[in-house]
Each structure stands twice: as structure tokens, then as C-alpha cells.
Nanobody, 116 residues
Framework: QVQLVESGGGLVQAGGSLRLSCVVS????????VGWYRQAPGKQRELVAS????????YYADSVKGRFTISRDNAKNTAYLQMNSLKPEDTAVYYC?????????WGQGTQVTVSS
């Protein structure tokens, strides 16, 4: 059974940084495109960044371009999201998952709260 475990969230002041981790088990991590998503209160879950299997081509939502960096370590079955220059509007629960039709059951996510 595939499991996704996110960690690294917390409370940070605007302008601060956090690094999220997503550890994947139960499958061959390197076979999948991985995405980081977020869901703010009252809003739909949105994709904020994704990374190809080899980590060469990345996608970023316009709202996070230049501030967030997605990366992966296939040897550790782990994806990362480095978040810099955080803004209050980045406050949300952050999740990782495989993209599109390869998505699996969501993990518990990790809460990121940015105070102004």
C-alpha cells in the first residue's frame, strides 16, 4: 500500500522560510511525477509545483514562482518543497501526491501558517 507522509510545516512570520518533506513508501518512487499541492480554508486544493521523474523539468504556479523550489531525492523516496519569502496567503495545508491518473490516497498533509 502506497503511503505519503508530509512533514516540515509550522508557524512562520511573513518573509520567512520552511522546507517541507514528503516521504513515499510502498511503490517505486522514481517512476512517478510528483506534485506539491495546498488547500487553504474554504478553497479547493491546488497544485503549486511538480517535478518530473528525473527532476529536470519543473512546474510552478504563478503565485509561487521565484519563491518556492521543488526537488526530489529518488534514493531516499523523498520530495521536498523549499518555500522562501512566505506570505500570509501561503497559509494552507500542504500535500504531496503523484500527478493526474497516478494519484493515490492523500496523506495527512502538513500545516503551514504564515503570520503577517
Amino acid at each position: 500500500q502506497v503511503q505519503l507522509v508530509e512533514s516540515g510545516g509550522g508557524l512562520v512570520q511573513a518573509g520567512g522560510s520552511l522546507r517541507l518533506s514528503c516521504v513515499v513508501s510502498g511503490t517505486i518512487f522514481s517512476l512517478y511525477v510528483v506534485g506539491w499541492y495546498r488547500q487553504a480554508p474554504g478553497k479547493q486544493r491546488e497544485l503549486v509545483a511538480s517535478i518530473t521523474r528525473g527532476g529536470i523539468t519543473n512546474y510552478y504556479a504563478d503565485s509561487v514562482k521565484g519563491r518556492f523550489t521543488i526537488s526530489r531525492d529518488n534514493a531516499k523516496n523523498t520530495a521536498y518543497l523549499q518555500m522562501n519569502s512566505l506570505k500570509p496567503e501561503d497559509t494552507a495545508v500542504y500535500y504531496c501526491n503523484f500527478l493526474a491518473d497516478r494519484a493515490v490516497s492523500w496523506g495527512q498533509g502538513t500545516q503551514v501558517t504564515v503570520s503577517s
